[in-house]
Antibody
């Protein structure tokens, strides 16, 4: 059974860089079948795509975050870096496996991790 | 891309059917048969309920069904049960070199 687990600091200071890792177990991340993505959800609000990555390293970013986002992939994990954070970046961050054409749907999700931006 | 449009709320009594709409444009919902729906209970991660407009993942009850007409996709929950009370989000593919786009979410209440 595929499992995804987010990890990283739960508190980040304004203007600093948020860094999260998603560890994938029970399956290979190095497969041409899937993309791997990051999605966030501010408290009480809806879901927002941050970006996705293919095993080859090709990335797709939300245009509204593109200048601040970097997603990378390793053997069994993929990572998110979001720079120059503000309070508006406070959210639950989810990692997910993306299946289908161009990774059009998320079939496995991590449990999510709350990141608070505050001094 | 702009977010897909969903009604903020929907409701129905146990045993009834309810339909949640998701309206986009010809660049997303209307242009591709790649709409997915997610169920989210409070404090939990979203769960895939429907993909590629009308396909159900293994383990999802057949009470959940999806359809699409033009730029609007719909999720129908038949035979409502108390456990169906949750937030529901639609998502659509928006073409290569683009991430998908989510709807704003609909809170389904079982009366």
């Amino acid at each position: 059974q595929l499992q995804l687990q987010e990890s990283g600091p739960g508190l980040v200071k304004p203007s600093e860089t948020l860094s999260l890792t998603c560890t994938v177990s029970g399956g290979s991340i190095s497969t041409s079948t899937y993309y791997w993505g990051w999605i966030r959800q501010p408290p009480g609000k809806g879901l927002e795509w941050i970006g996705s990555i293919y095993y080859s390293g090709s990335t797709y970013y939300n245009p509204s975050l593109k200048s601040r986002v970097t997603i990378s992939v390793d053997t069994s994990k993929f990572s998110l870096k979001l720079s120059s954070v503000t309070a508006a970046d406070t959210a639950v961050y989810y990692c997910a496996r993306l299946a289908g054409v161009g990774g059009d749907y998320a079939d496995y999700w991590g449990q999510g991790t709350l990141v608070t931006v505050s001094s | 891309q702009s977010a897909l449009t969903q009604p903020p709320s929907a409701s129905g009594s146990p045993g009834q059917s309810v339909t949640i709409s998701c309206t986009g444009t010809s660049s997303d919902v209307g242009g591709y048969n790649y709409v997915s729906w997610y169920q989210q209970h409070p404090g939990k991660a979203p769960k895939l309920m429907i993909y590629e407009v009308s396909k159900r993942p293994s383990g999802v009850p057949d009470r959940f069904s999806g359809s699409k007409s033009g730029n609007t996709a719909s999720l129908t929950v038949s035979g409502l049960q108390a456990e169906d009370e949750a937030d529901y989000y639609c998502n659509s593919y928006a073409g290569s070199n683009n991430l998908g786009v989510f709807g704003g979410g609909t809170k389904l209440t079982v009366l």
